[in-house]
């Protein structure tokens, strides 16, 4: 059994291996051999984890936020009550049934039911997928969030005549999102990992990457490192960024804890 | 008229009685002490008067509008009645000036020099315009209600409403912040304080109500109260008896 | 669309589901229990303050952290054969990489655990005259593990819901059953749909027995 990562430098097509290893990602500059090599194709594969994880990530973001905060306004009216019971619907839904599931259901069912999304391309499905579980677990750690600043801050936005709107938008969500960066930088992470189901519908990304090529070479071993070693690097850059952004977001004079426990 | 009018209010919560029919008038200029044990529903009576505690029986009318009135619109009220409370509150996210200017701007539609200038101005009267860039998180608790204080009266409030200002602070920094309530009641500001100062109490405030599980016990004049104690209700003559053994 | 979901009855279940559910409920159950007794070693481990223990636990949380369960899988299958010689059946590989892949997890949440129980009680044991591991072994971990029940318990469900994952090496879980089940009848659609009715359903119901115990459990301080 050897060790050659030199594969990565073949082209998936011929004989020939790249004397720079990349293929037609630089061909423009007439460099290396006009094939793909496996190093293009793992780098294309890798785009694909990322373009899923980040339309997904904002997706959920998007939802999440929203759902979060409609499940911490008083349910007093009757569009409070519904907008409330349909909020927690709709995180019970999505957090109770497994990624893989909602990956199947969204490539197999949703586009016969809703037929117009039957021209959405998979990866966006799949994006759609991720969207929906991870946005039920942001909705919940936002709540958690909202819920552990103190009770007066709201209060005192209403004491100063700020609507409900104004107080989320100007005081109560600005301080819970920052709160909640630990938790919201695990599911960052946490998209990326679950990315990888879409091996089983077919997207180009890193996993399929290492299945395929597995088969294709007989270098399985180099083949999962290299992917290994990337899902790492993307791991890691996401903790870099998030980190970044928590201390661009610090307000000076305050120490904040997360109110969530562990994962 | 009356600047407010409280007649016959009640709150319950399900069998809890936590206020029970009380009413009384407030004079434009009248500063009132609100006193009385734990309990005895002395916050929610002041959190009635701009609609942040809902009660469900009785009227409540400021200065001509209805705090009951399901029409009534609660942010209209509320940007003429200012609150300060007892943990201050301050928005932790902004700087001193935009917790000054931001309901100025967003509720009042001024725009934002003017905001600023009136924010200053009064951050100047309570004395802390050297801080005002500073975050919260970066001032000491007397100097955040000092500024807790400022927010309130940049709304150009016609009566302010003070729930236990100074019992979340440290014993030196309670004075200073009364300085600033004394002033301001000197300047003629309609106030109606809960508080345990009775010091504050004797020497600015024009009637002190007192109140015990839910209801008004008394509501008479500072002298009365406190001069005159041999004619109180025996609540009141306990509650007086114990305070002013401190 | 028309949709006809005849074809689930009892027969139905006990000639393709029967035999998912119960890998499924087995992965579960050994993973987790697996799970927290190499979790709480390597608990243990980063807490120990010991250099030699503490830097690969941490090294091997971290990593497990950071990629994706079904590349632990593939990993995990693939490279079985290079080393021993021959290949694992799916159902041992998934037992395995369960265990490893899940205790990462646990053994972050005891760590938070740990962590709970105020430094005083341990300063107590150690003025009574008791060592390390028994002050580990009797006042910490007892309180610990009390406290982290209702945790534990979400891991597990998310642990139930990563079962499916099985999928990328084939092994025959519940949602392969209900796969081969709407292949063989010709409903694939049914029989997906049907497959997250009855994952939401079971997890849904664990999700309400963990908060009905989370009350019960606390421990008052």
């Known amino acids: ?263 | 008229m009356p600047l407010i009018q409280m007649q016959h209010v009640s709150k319950w919560y399900g069998s809890f009685a936590v206020l029970t029919d009380c009413s009384t008038n407030i004079e434009q200029g009248e500063v009132v002490v609100v006193c009385g044990p734990s309990g005895s529903g002395k916050s929610t009576l002041i959190k009635t008067i701009n609609g942040l505690e809902p009660f469900q029986a009785g009227s409540i009318m400021v200065d001509g509008i209805s705090v009951g009135d399901p029409k009534t619109s609660l942010t209209l009220l509320r940007s003429q009645v200012g609150m300060v409370f007892q943990n201050f509150e301050l928005f932790p996210h902004l700087s001193v000036t935009e917790n000054l200017t931001l309901a100025q701007i967003k509720v009042m539609k001024k725009d934002p020099s003017t905001a600023i200038a009136q924010g200053l101005k009064y951050l100047d009267r309570v004395g802390l315009i050297e801080h005002k860039d500073k975050f919260p998180g970066q001032l000491s608790g007397g100097q955040q209600q000092r500024v807790a204080i400022a927010r309130a009266l940049c709304m150009q409030p016609k009566v302010m409403l003070f729930d236990e200002p100074t019992s979340a602070l440290d014993p030196e920094m309670v004075g200073e912040v009364l300085d600033v309530m004394v002033q301001l009641a000197q300047d003629g500001m309609t106030m109606i304080c809960v508080t345990h100062e009775m010091g504050f109490a004797k020497k600015v405030s024009d009637r002190v109500i007192f109140m015990d599980q839910g209801k008004i016990v008394e509501d008479c004049t500072k002298d009365e109260f406190f001069n005159d104690s041999g004619n109180r209700s025996p609540r009141a003559k306990e509650f007086l008896s114990k305070i002013i053994q401190q | 669309m028309e949709l006809d979901f005849s074809f689930y009855n009892w027969d139905l279940f006990k000639n393709f589901l029967q035999k998912g559910l119960l890998f499924s409920l087995q992965l579960t159950l050994v993973a987790t229990v697996g799970g927290i007794v190499l979790g709480t070693i390597l608990a243990l481990m980063r807490l120990s303050g010991q250099k030699l223990l503490s830097t690969p636990a941490t090294w091997y949380v971290n990593l497990m952290r950071s990629i994706p369960l079904v590349m632990v899988i593939l990993w995990f299958f693939l490279l079985m054969p290079s080393i021993i010689g021959k290949s694992i059946g799916a159902e041992l590989s998934a037992y395995i990489t369960f265990i490893a892949f899940e205790a990462a997890f646990f053994s972050e949440i005891v760590r938070a655990g740990i962590g709970s129980i105020a430094k005083g009680q341990t300063a107590a044991g150690q003025a009574l005259g008791l060592s390390y591991s028994q002050n580990m072994q009797y006042i910490v971990l007892p309180q610990a593990f009390r406290n982290m029940i209702p945790v534990l318990m979400t891991q597990t469900i998310i642990l139930f819901q990563d079962t499916s994952l099985v999928y990328a090496i084939g092994a025959y879980d519940l949602l392969k059953g209900f796969e081969v089940a709407g292949k063989n009848f010709g409903r694939p659609i049914e029989a997906y749909l049907l497959a997250a009715v009855v994952y939401f359903l079971i997890c849904f119901s664990l999700s309400r027995v963990v908060r009905k115990i989370q009350s019960k459990v606390a421990i008052i301080r």
């Not at chain 1, 793992?42 to 999440?64: C, D, H, M, P, Y």
Request: proline share 5%.
């Open chain 1, 1 to 263: 059994m050897t060790f050659d990562l030199s594969i990565l430098c073949k082209s998936t097509l011929e004989e020939e291996y790249s004397p720079i290893c990349f293929g037609e990602t630089f061909q423009p500059l007439l460099i290396g051999i006009n094939d793909q090599t496996y190093l293009d194709w793992l780098l294309k594969a890798w785009g694909w984890t990322l373009s899923v994880s980040i339309i997904g990530l904002i997706l959920a973001l998007i939802i999440g936020i929203s759902i979060g905060t409609l499940r911490t306004l008083p349910g007093k009216s009757l569009i409070g009550r519904s907008s409330l019971y349909f909020a927690n619907c709709w995180v019970e839904l999505f957090r109770n049934i497994p990624v893989l599931v909602q990956v199947f259901l969204w490539y197999h069912v949703i586009p016969l039911m809703l037929p117009f999304l039957k021209s959405v391309p998979s990866y966006l499905l799949v994006s759609f997928a991720l969207a929906f579980f991870t946005s039920a677990r942001i909705a919940e750690q936002v709540k958690a969030g909202i819920q552990s600043l103190p009770r007066g801050q709201h209060a005192a936005a209403m004491a100063l005549g700020l609507s409900t709107y104004q107080s989320y938008r100007f005081v109560i969500l600005p301080m819970a999102l920052r709160i909640i960066i630990p938790p919201l930088t695990s599911e960052a992470m946490n998209i990326v990992k679950n990315s990888s189901v879409a091996f089983a519908v077919s997207v180009s990304e890193l996993t399929m990457f290492a299945m395929q090529t597995q088969e294709e070479t007989s270098r399985g071993i180099e083949m999962y490192l290299a992917v290994t070693v990337l899902y790492v690097i993307t791991a890691f850059s996401v903790n870099r960024i998030m980190g970044i952004i928590e201390r661009k977001t610090r307000i000076p004079g305050l120490l904040l804890s997360s109110p969530s426990g562990a994962h």
